[in-house]
Nanobody, 121 residues
């Protein structure tokens, strides 16, 4: 059974930085894109950043230039470093991955449980 284990959320002051980490555990035969989404209260879930299994990143306009997403294929893991955080970055952040659990099962979409990021003084 595949699970996405997230860590790194918390309370940070405006202008600060943090790194979110996500690792896929369990049966992972292969995987494709992995990324982070976020959902603020009263808003729809939105893409923050994603990365292909070849390491090509994609960033939303809201974090472009102040965030870096990296990937470790051997560990089925990604990290998202976010800098210059502001209160608008406050949200529940979810890890997402496209994973093929076995040779015979199809690629499927998996979500983590979410980790809270709060930017406040």
């Amino acid at each position: 059974q595949v699970q996405l284990v997230e860590s790194g959320g918390g309370l940070v002051q405006p202008g600060g930085s943090l790194t979110l980490s996500c690792a896929a555990t369990g049966s992972v035969f292969s995987n494709n894109d992995m990324g982070w989404y976020r959902q603020a209260p009263g808003k729809q879930r939105e893409l923050v950043a994603s990365i292909t299994n070849y390491g090509a990143p994609n960033y939303s306009d809201s974090v472009k230039g102040r965030s870096t997403i990296t990937r470790d294929n051997a560990k089925n893991a990604i990290n998202l470093q976010m800098n210059s955080l502001n209160p608008e970055d406050t949200a529940l952040y979810y890890c997402h991955a496209w994973i093929k659990p076995s040779r015979t099962l199809p690629m499927n979409s998996y979500w983590g449980q979410g980790t809270q990021v709060t930017v406040s003084s």
